[in-house]
């Protein structure tokens, strides 16, 4: 079974930015299509950005402009680069195939204080 872990989550201020990391177990990463969801409680899991396999991008409209989504296929993992971040971005953030087909990770929890 795949194995997925995010880390590089934690607490900042508003404005602030953090990079998240993704890492799968699975040899056939590099022609995976990746995203990264968020969620918060009571809240489903939302696609904030998705990568295919060959490095075409993908936003949702809040997250536009601020995050940025990479891979490195040589390493199994994919990035999201957050920044300008708010206290709105404050959720567990997961990464999965752009279709969640994978068992999911334990996430990673991001914090941004106003």
């Known amino acids: 079974q795949v194995q997925l872990v995010e880390s590089g989550g934690g607490l900042v201020q508003a404005g602030g930015s953090l990079r998240l990391s993704c890492t799968a177990s699975?040899?056939?990463?590099?022609?995976?299509?990746m995203g990264w969801y968020r969620q918060t409680p009571g809240k489903q899991r939302e696609l904030v950005a998705h990568?295919?396999?060959?490095?075409?991008?993908n936003y949702e409209d809040s997250v536009k402009g601020r995050f940025t989504i990479s891979r490195d296929n040589a390493k199994n993992t994919v990035y999201l680069q957050m920044n300008n971040l708010t206290p709105d971005d404050t959720a567990v953030y997961y990464c999965?195939?752009?279709?969640?087909?994978?068992?999911w990770g334990q996430g990673t929890q991001v914090t941004v204080s106003s």
């Open positions: 999965n195939t752009n279709t969640g087909g994978l068992a």
């Open positions: 699975t040899i056939i990463f590099r022609i995976l299509p």
């Open positions: 990568i295919t396999g060959g490095g075409n991008t």
